[in-house]
T-cell receptor, first 114, second 109 residues
Framework: DSGVTQTPKHLITATGQRVTLRCSPR?????VYWYQQSLDQGLQFLIQ???????AKGNILERFSAQQFPDLHSELNLSSLELGDSALYFC?????????????FGPGTRLTVT | GQNIDQPTEMTATEGAIVQINCTYQ??????LFWYQQHAGEAPTFLSY????GLEEKGRFSSFLSRSKGYSYLLLKELQMKDSASYLC??????????FGAGTTVTVRA
C-alpha cells in the first residue's frame, strides 16, 4: 500500500459524458501527478500540482482539467468523453515540487467509455 | 521531446538472470528511474540513477551511462513473482518523468 488513494476504482460511462477522478496523496506529500495508461500506449504524464498550484503540464487534452485543493487532494475532470479516453488513470504523489526522488502511485481508476 | 526505448518482451527461467536495456534521448537529464508494474496494478519504484555507475539493491541492480544515454536493470535469482512489466523513466530538464513503453518479463518454471 503506497498511501495514495484513488476513487472510484472503476468507472463506466458513455461518450459525451463528464467524470471526476479523485486522489488523496500520501500524508505530507505536496505534489500530485496524474498519468494516463492505455493499452496501446505507455504511461503518459498529464499534469502536476504542487501545494495547490499547477507546476508542470504534459500531454493533457483541453477536454481534461485538474486542480489541487487546500487539503492537498486532487481531482481530474474529463469531459466530452470519447472511446479513446478509456484507460487506467493513475495519481502519484511525492514530497517535493520537482519530481523528487520517488513517486508513489495510487491503485488507479479504470475508466471505460462505451 | 523524449525518446525512450526498451525491448517489448523478455522471457527467462526461474533462478536465472535477466538484463533489461533502456536507451534514451532526452532534453536534459535529471535522473533515470526503473519501476515494476504487475498487470492492472500501480507502478512501484525499484531504482534511481543520476550518476554513472551501478546501484545495487538486493536482487535488483541498475546501471547508468549518461554519455551513452543507456541504462540497464539487472534482475538476479529470478522468481515467478518477478513476472511483470518493467518501466524505464527519464526525468528531463523540465523535471517531468517520461516513461518508456515497458518490457514485459515472463519467468518460466
Amino acid at each position: 500500500d503506497s498511501g495514495v488513494t484513488q476513487t472510484p476504482k472503476h468507472l463506466i460511462t458513455a461518450t459525451g459524458q463528464r467524470v471526476t477522478l479523485r486522489c488523496s496523496p500520501r500524508s505530507g506529500d505536496l505534489s500530485v501527478y496524474w498519468y494516463q495508461q492505455s493499452l496501446d500506449q505507455g504511461l503518459q504524464f498529464l499534469i502536476q500540482y504542487y501545494n495547490g498550484e499547477e507546476r508542470a503540464k504534459g500531454n493533457i487534452l483541453e477536454r481534461f482539467s485538474a486542480q489541487q485543493f487546500p487539503d492537498l487532494h486532487s481531482e481530474l475532470n474529463l469531459s466530452s468523453l470519447e472511446l479513446g479516453d478509456s484507460a487506467l488513470y493513475f495519481c502519484a504523489s511525492s514530497s517535493s515540487g520537482e519530481s523528487s526522488y520517488e513517486q508513489y502511485f495510487g491503485p488507479g481508476t479504470r475508466l471505460t467509455v462505451t | 521531446g523524449q525518446n525512450i526505448d526498451q525491448p517489448t518482451e523478455m522471457t527467462a527461467t526461474e533462478g536465472a538472470i535477466v538484463q533489461i536495456n533502456c536507451t534514451y534521448q532526452t532534453s536534459g537529464f535529471n535522473g533515470l528511474f526503473w519501476y515494476q508494474q504487475h498487470a492492472g496494478e500501480a507502478p512501484t519504484f525499484l531504482s534511481y540513477n543520476v550518476l554513472d555507475g551501478l546501484e545495487e539493491k538486493g536482487r535488483f541492480s541498475s546501471f547508468l551511462s549518461r554519455s551513452k544515454g543507456y541504462s540497464y536493470l539487472l534482475l538476479k535469482e529470478l522468481q515467478m513473482k518477478d513476472s511483470a512489466s518493467y518501466l524505464c523513466a527519464v526525468r528531463g530538464d523540465d523535471y517531468k518523468l517520461s516513461f518508456g513503453a515497458g518490457t514485459t518479463v515472463t519467468v518460466r518454471a
